[in-house]
T-cell receptor, first 111, second 113 residues
Framework: GQQVMQIPQYQHVQEGEDFTTYCNSS?????IQWYKQRPGGHPVFLIQ?????EVKKQKRLTFQFGEAKKNSSLHITATQTTDVGTYFC???????????FGSGTRLLVRP | DTEVTQTPKHLVMGMTNKKSLKCEQH?????MYWYKQKAKKPPELMFVYSYEKLSINESVPSRFSPECPNSSLLNLHLHALQPEDSALYLC????????????FGEGSWLTVV
């Protein structure tokens, strides 16, 4: 079946260090969305990427969608303690409503 | 603040109880979703409603019964649940087109005892 793999599972960084999480799909995605979930919270939408090779930035966050639309990454520059949480990628295929979630990357930031 | 509101935020129920989770959105979205999330796992899709009609049921056991009374409301009726059904239940909504952004509510934390 369709799968979206996400690595790493867990990362612990010193505040100020950079962080990257990677997402890989077994099938071509029509789009990919990224969510952040704080501990005890709910997934909050960050961004959606639709075009092949697309790059979008939100302040210290940079999102990329691969040329083949099978992979994506989220890079955080100079992490802060407010970045703590689990980052999920989620992709949809063709005309399906179903979002296939990656397994998530849990980010901890040491102050 | 989320524009998808869920009640109750916390629910403890026995295995013989009948309870309901409720969800409301005022974004004019015509697709609504129920997801289940276990600790340290991604959300898992349970049901999708599009224009108030059930369009996806991810082979969810019949002890979970969804209902969409109108375009703004979504309920999840619970009966004879098992302890392993304890989880965070997330409601979400979107425009009814593939690839549209899905907005989640804050969730209902369910514990089955």
């Amino acid at each position: 079946g369709q799968q979206v793999m996400q690595i790493p599972q867990y990362q612990h960084v010193q505040e100020g260090e950079d962080f990257t999480t990677y997402c890989n799909s077994s099938t071509t995605l029509s789009n990919i969305q990224w969510y952040k979930q704080r501990p005890g919270g709910h997934p909050v939408f960050l961004i959606q990427l639709v075009k092949s090779g697309e790059v979008k930035k939100q302040k210290r966050l940079t999102f990329q969608f691969g040329e083949a639309k099978k992979n994506s990454s989220l890079h955080i520059t100079a992490t802060q303690t407010t970045d703590v949480g689990t980052y999920f990628c989620a992709g949809s295929v063709d005309s399906s409503y179903k979002l296939i979630f990656g397994s998530g990357t849990r980010l901890l930031v040491r102050p | 603040d989320t524009e998808v509101t869920q009640t109750p935020k916390h629910l403890v129920m026995g295995m013989t109880n009948k309870k309901s989770l409720k969800c409301e959105q005022h974004m004019g979205h015509r697709a609504m979703y129920w997801y289940k999330q276990k600790a340290k796992k991604p959300p898992e899709l349970m049901f999708v409603y599009s224009y108030e009609k059930l369009s996806i049921n991810e082979s969810v056991p019949s002890r979970f019964s969804p209902e969409c009374p109108n375009s703004s409301l979504l309920n999840l009726h619970l009966h004879a649940l098992q302890p392993e059904d304890s989880a965070l239940y997330l409601c979400a909504s979107s425009q009814p087109f593939s690839g549209n952004t899905i907005y989640f509510g804050e969730g209902s934390w369910l514990t089955v005892v």
